[in-house]
Nanobody, 121 residues
């Protein structure tokens, strides 16, 4: 069973920065698109940013200019650099990826367990 493992969340003051990292729990054959989503208390999960294997990115309007998604294809790792954080960025952040675990397997959608980001003074 493959899991996506997130790290890097925590408590930060407004205006501060955090860097989230996400990597599969074991070796896999191939990863397609990867992304980050977040869910604040009482709200639906929303897209934060996505990135293709070729490096094309897409951002929610609320994070454009502050967050940067990137990936290391050799390490099957995706990152989310979050700068100028605001209290409204407080949420559980989830990693998402389309993965083909084995060469004969099918593409499937995987989610991480989530990492808490709290922006507060």
């Amino acid at each position: 069973q493959v899991q996506l493992v997130e790290s890097g969340g925590g408590l930060v003051q407004p205006g501060g920065s955090l860097r989230l990292t996400c990597v599969p729990s074991r070796s896999i054959f191939r990863i397609n698109a990867m992304g980050w989503y977040r869910q604040a208390p009482g709200k639906q999960r929303e897209l934060v940013a996505t990135i293709t294997t070729g490096g094309s990115t897409n951002y929610a309007d609320s994070v454009k200019g502050r967050f940067t998604i990137s990936r290391d294809n050799a390490k099957n790792t995706v990152y989310l650099q979050m700068n100028s954080l605001k209290p409204e960025d407080t949420a559980v952040y989830y990693c998402n990826a389309e993965i083909r675990v084995t060469i004969t397997g099918m593409w499937s959608d995987y989610w991480g367990q989530g990492t808490q980001v709290t922006v507060s003074s």
